[in-house]
């Protein structure tokens, strides 16, 4: 449904899940004080992918086992691609390609223009997290990151298709990995955070992280944040090795993926709040609660924080204090997490449809 036409500033896109390699979920610029609903998009099955965008292509998968490209200022359909199962995990958009992983165990390279197949590579179960990218150890090539159900991490060299390594882990890896300093950082659901080397992918440690972790890790400096299914939120410090705070209010799990910024850490929680915690100790600084469980995960940008709800409600809060600043009512739940640039939110419910919001138009 069109609604209206936008030219966007030029400004920073939001390539992948969570922004950039870090999966830190900070986005460039500043939202509006007020927003719109600018367009929607129906697809025939419920958007839990977060879209990814450059320039004016939006790229975002389907359970109706499709990858869209959308016109960002119209939201139009640019091309469409089948894939054989649900399209749940986040797409990277990396120079003129496409990567995004499908439930039917298969990694898709598309053409960003046309979405047409340049490879596929197969792992042994589904895919249901987002992919990331490293440099090759050479410098001269791109590599492929995405975890999968078979209880691997795969690197995929990004020209050819073909594997470069393997991590194997000792159950699914459900979320996307971080990358960061040389080190990529990723949880499993066996409870570990694992870190290995980017260039070879060799392990440099496994963390116990008290209980399984669905969600990915958000880096900052030295330190990985991550929310798991024993109720807690951890710090851990990836030089040591060891956990550096733990944070648990009340007895609920995490699936939401932490913002970090330099002085605070934000995520969704199934205790249907957002909690922001004090980077630095883990102290609650302060909680917001909605109507449903918060499995989206947040991204600041500026002075706001977005995010969706299972009380179908996408919000934007204050950054200094979690006081709500706007909201819209979608009505069905909003497991996406939002995707921002160009001081609009992008955002899939389970009701099928992808929205776009920004400022009203004067």
Same mark, same amino acid.
């Given at each position: 449904m069109l609604l209206t036409a936008y030219a966007f500033a030029s400004q920073p896109s939001w390539p992948m899940f969570r922004g950039q390699q870090d999966l830190a979920g900070t986005a460039a610029g500043n939202l509006p004080d007020s927003l719109e609903l600018r367009w929607s998009f129906k697809t025939e099955g419920p958007v839990k992918s977060s879209a990814a965008i450059e320039g004016e292509r939006v790229v975002v998968g389907s359970d109706d086992k499709h990858v869209y490209c959308l016109n960002s200022v119209t939201g139009e359909k640019m091309w469409a691609f089948k894939t054989a199962d649900a399209v749940e995990g986040s797409p990277l958009i990396l120079g003129d390609h496409v990567y995004i992983g499908s439930a039917d165990a298969q990694l898709y390279k598309l053409d960003l223009a046309t979405g047409a197949l340049r490879w596929t590579y197969a792992t042994g179960d589904k895919i249901l997290g987002g992919v990331n990218w490293i440099r090759s150890p050479t410098g001269n090539t791109e590599q492929i990151l995405v975890g999968s159900y078979d209880s691997k991490l795969h690197c995929v060299d990004a020209a050819t298709g073909k594997v470069a390594w393997t991590v194997t882990t000792d159950n699914y890896v459900n979320g996307a990995p971080a990358v960061a %300093?040389?080190?990529?950082?990723?949880?499993?659901?066996?409870?570990?955070?694992?870190?290995? +080397?980017? @260039?070879?992918?060799?392990?440099?440690?496994?963390?116990?992280?008290?209980? #399984? =972790?669905?969600?990915?890790?958000?880096? &900052?400096?030295?330190?990985?944040?991550?929310?798991?299914?024993?109720?807690? =939120?951890?710090?851990?410090?990836?030089? @040591?090795?060891?956990?550096?705070?733990? #944070? &648990?209010?009340?007895?609920?799990?995490?699936?939401? +993926?932490?913002? =970090?910024?330099?002085?605070?850490?934000?995520?969704?929680?199934?205790?249907?709040?957002?909690?922001?915690?004090?980077?630095?100790?883990?102290?609650?600084?302060?909680?917001?609660?909605?109507?449903?469980?918060?499995?989206?995960?947040?991204?600041?940008?500026?002075?706001?924080?977005?995010?969706? +709800?299972?009380?179908?409600?996408?919000?934007?809060?204050?950054?200094?204090?979690?006081?709500?600043?706007?909201? #819209?009512?979608?009505?069905?739940?909003?497991?996406?997490?939002?995707?921002?640039?160009? %001081?609009?939110?992008?955002?899939?419910?389970?009701?099928? +449809?992808?929205?776009?919001? %920004? @400022?009203?138009?004067?």
């Open positions: %300093g040389g080190r990529i950082v990723f949880g499993g659901c066996d409870g570990f955070l694992h870190v290995v +080397s980017a @260039a070879d992918g060799k392990e440099l440690a496994k963390i116990e992280a008290g209980a #399984y =972790v669905a969600g990915s890790v958000g880096l &900052k400096e030295k330190f990985a944040y991550v929310g798991n299914y024993g109720n807690e =939120v951890i710090c851990v410090d990836l030089d @040591a090795k060891t956990v550096a705070w733990q #944070y &648990k209010e009340r007895g609920f799990p995490y699936f939401s +993926s932490p913002a =970090v910024t330099d002085e605070h850490v934000i995520i969704g929680g199934r205790d249907k709040r957002v909690h922001c915690l004090e980077r630095a100790t883990g102290k609650q600084l302060w909680e917001f609660q909605t109507g449903g469980k918060v499995d989206s995960s947040p991204v600041v940008c500026g002075d706001k924080i977005a995010f969706g +709800s299972d009380d179908g409600r996408l919000y934007v809060l204050s950054m200094e204090n979690g006081k709500e600043l706007w909201s #819209y009512e979608i009505g069905k739940p909003l497991t996406a997490s939002p995707a921002v640039a160009n %001081g609009m939110i992008i955002i899939g419910s389970e009701d099928g +449809s992808v929205y776009a919001f %920004g @400022a009203p138009i004067k």
